[in-house]
C-alpha cells in the first residue's frame, strides 16, 4: 500500500474553465517519476483518494508520486518511496 501525498493548487493559478486531470504517477526506476511513466489517473477533482496498484513486484523500491494536468502543463507534488516485502 502506498503512503499518502498532498497536492495542492497555489491560489495564485489563474481560474480557468478545464477539468485537472488528477492521478498518481510511479516507477520501480525511475526515482523521480513523471508523467510518462506508470500513472493512475483518480479524477478530476481536488479531494482525497484511495487507490490500489496491482502486480508489484516483492523486494522492489517504488517511487510515486501525484499530479495534477491542467491543458498540456503537470504539476507533481514531492516524490514518496515504499520498498514492496
Known amino acids: 500500500m502506498f503512503r499518502a501525498c ?3 493548487l497555489n491560489d495564485k493559478v489563474k481560474s ?3 477539468d485537472p ?7 520501480d526506476e525511475n526515482k523521480v517519476p513523471t508523467y510518462n511513466d506508470f500513472k493512475k489517473e483518480l479524477g478530476s477533482t481536488m ?3 484511495s ?3 496491482m502486480n508489484v ?3 522492489t523500491t517504488y ?3 501525484t499530479y495534477v494536468k491542467l491543458l498540456d502543463e503537470v504539476y507533481y507534488s ?3 518511496s515504499i520498498t514492496t516485502m
Open 57 to 59: 513486484l516483492s523486494g
Open 78 to 80: 514531492a516524490v514518496n
Open 21 to 27: 486531470e488528477v492521478g498518481i504517477c510511479y516507477s
Open 51 to 53: 487507490f490500489t496498484i
Open 16 to 18: 480557468i474553465d478545464v
Open 47 to 49: 479531494q482525497d483518494y
Open 6 to 8: 498532498q497536492l495542492t
Open 63 to 65: 517511487y510515486y508520486r
